[in-house]
């Protein structure tokens, strides 16, 4: 898989560009503030059908436009198209070549990406709301109705918590929390088990990956937390304890107007050396145990799509020493890496055989 052409209107600071990538390394360079990162937002956006940066629409359309479009053409089994469309006003329209997905859920999985940036750090150092959102980004790309089922939780979620509210001034209306409590079972269940798996699955390959780069000197273990109790990970048995610890909880969840379990709560847990990396480690250890997270994600994605992903590197290297800089370009060889950085310099020594470089300044493609 790898994209063939970019092609921007209004979108950002750009006002019209068109771009045509090669196979391998292409890099995008120039100083700060230039525009070099929206190149890396439109591809993800295409890719996910919602910006890393910003959860408002309105902010991706240019200064005094009224719409803004990115089309990214890509191959895969064949040649391919993702078009997606922004009017202030109007919800996004998002066409796969040509014709018209009406569900964000129909978008994800058809260009599969990995995106790494500074920012990711927050995967290790912030709360578990990053650690969820970098599984379900992953799942839902390769999984299938991961995404449906996710979409469908957080609506019930949604649904029972304004019924504990309204139960408040109505203490009648408790007599159908089953019918929810079945329902949020039946979802969460289903995103506990893919979660638990990805988790298992990723784990090896996470430590393996660490222990290179620390020169065996470091074992990374990542575990699943899950706030619903449970043996073994069978649907059947999530879904039965899931509900049981809704019945247990009624109290609380009543006088908070909140669902206290389920996979909404849930957290991943990453330890150096039986150590908690978010609390206890360096940050030289971080930065290593993401590099892995992150290296992890690729294999996993090959592993159950047969396809490498885009890998999207925004301004990556200035943060990784030379040794993790070295271990990350073993992986670019083999795909197509979209690269941000301000000085292409020291990258020289990193490049591969077909790369492709390019200068971004005041949102222009400068040749």
Same mark, same amino acid.
């Given at each position: 898989m790898y994209i063939k052409r970019i092609e921007l209107k209004n979108f950002r600071n750009y006002k019209e560009i068109d771009i045509n990538l090669c196979k391998g390394v292409n890099i995008f360079y120039g100083q700060n503030a230039q525009g070099k990162t929206n190149i890396i937002e439109s591809i993800y956006i295409a890719s996910t059908g919602k910006s890393h940066r910003t959860q408002k629409d309105m902010e991706l359309i240019r200064w005094n436009s009224e719409n803004a479009k990115i089309k990214i053409e890509y191959q895969k089994e064949k040649d391919e198209s993702i078009e997606i469309y922004l009017s202030k006003g109007i919800k996004k329209q998002i066409k796969k070549n040509g014709v018209r997905l009406f569900k964000i859920g129909e978008l994800i999985g058809n260009l599969n990406t990995v995106i790494f940036s500074p920012d990711h750090m927050k995967i290790i150092k912030d709360?578990?709301?990053? #650690?969820?959102?970098?599984?379900?980004?992953? $799942?839902?790309?390769?999984?299938?109705?991961?995404?449906y089922n996710l979409v469908q939780y957080l609506r019930t979620l949604e649904q029972r918590n304004n019924l504990l509210n309204e139960a408040k001034m109505n203490s009648s209306i408790l007599? =159908?929390?089953?019918?929810?409590?079945?329902?949020?079972?039946?979802?969460?269940?289903?995103?506990?088990?893919? @979660?638990h798996e990805f988790i298992c699955n990723i784990c090896c390959i996470a430590a393996d990956t660490h222990n290179r780069i620390s020169n065996e000197k470091e074992? $990374?273990?990542?575990k699943y937390h899950s706030s619903v109790e449970y043996c073994n990970n069978s649907e059947k048995e999530i879904k039965e304890s899931f509900i049981k610890a809704l019945e247990n909880c009624i109290r609380i969840d009543m006088k908070r107007s909140l669902t206290h379990k389920g996979p909404h709560r849930d957290d991943i847990l990453l330890f150096i050396n039986g150590t908690e990396v978010k609390t206890y480690s360096s940050q030289g250890q971080q930065r290593t145990a993401l590099l892995s997270l992150k290296i992890s994600e690729l294999k996993y994605i090959k592993e159950e799509t047969g396809e490498l992903p885009? $890998? $999207?590197?925004?301004?990556?290297?200035?943060?990784?020493? @030379?040794? #993790?800089?070295?271990?990350?370009?073993?992986?670019?060889?083999?795909?197509q890496t979209i690269i941000t950085c301000t000085n292409v310099e020291y990258l020289e020594n990193f490049m591969v055989d077909e =790369?492709?470089?390019?200068?971004?300044e005041g949102g222009m493609i400068v040749t």
């Amino acid at each position: 898989m790898y994209i063939k052409r970019i092609e921007l209107k209004n979108f950002r600071n750009y006002k019209e560009i068109d771009i045509n990538l090669c196979k391998g390394v292409n890099i995008f360079y120039g100083q700060n503030a230039q525009g070099k990162t929206n190149i890396i937002e439109s591809i993800y956006i295409a890719s996910t059908g919602k910006s890393h940066r910003t959860q408002k629409d309105m902010e991706l359309i240019r200064w005094n436009s009224e719409n803004a479009k990115i089309k990214i053409e890509y191959q895969k089994e064949k040649d391919e198209s993702i078009e997606i469309y922004l009017s202030k006003g109007i919800k996004k329209q998002i066409k796969k070549n040509g014709v018209r997905l009406f569900k964000i859920g129909e978008l994800i999985g058809n260009l599969n990406t990995v995106i790494f940036s500074p920012d990711h750090m927050k995967i290790i150092k912030d709360g578990p709301v990053e #650690r969820r959102r970098f599984i379900d980004i992953i $799942l839902s790309q390769v999984k299938p109705g991961y995404y449906y089922n996710l979409v469908q939780y957080l609506r019930t979620l949604e649904q029972r918590n304004n019924l504990l509210n309204e139960a408040k001034m109505n203490s009648s209306i408790l007599k =159908t929390i089953d019918i929810w409590n079945e329902q949020l079972a039946d979802f969460g269940a289903k995103i506990i088990k893919a @979660r638990h798996e990805f988790i298992c699955n990723i784990c090896c390959i996470a430590a393996d990956t660490h222990n290179r780069i620390s020169n065996e000197k470091e074992k $990374l273990n990542v575990k699943y937390h899950s706030s619903v109790e449970y043996c073994n990970n069978s649907e059947k048995e999530i879904k039965e304890s899931f509900i049981k610890a809704l019945e247990n909880c009624i109290r609380i969840d009543m006088k908070r107007s909140l669902t206290h379990k389920g996979p909404h709560r849930d957290d991943i847990l990453l330890f150096i050396n039986g150590t908690e990396v978010k609390t206890y480690s360096s940050q030289g250890q971080q930065r290593t145990a993401l590099l892995s997270l992150k290296i992890s994600e690729l294999k996993y994605i090959k592993e159950e799509t047969g396809e490498l992903p885009v $890998l $999207l590197l925004d301004d990556v290297f200035s943060e990784l020493d @030379r040794e #993790r800089q070295k271990y990350l370009i073993e992986f670019i060889k083999d795909m197509q890496t979209i690269i941000t950085c301000t000085n292409v310099e020291y990258l020289e020594n990193f490049m591969v055989d077909e =790369t492709k470089i390019i200068k971004v300044e005041g949102g222009m493609i400068v040749t």
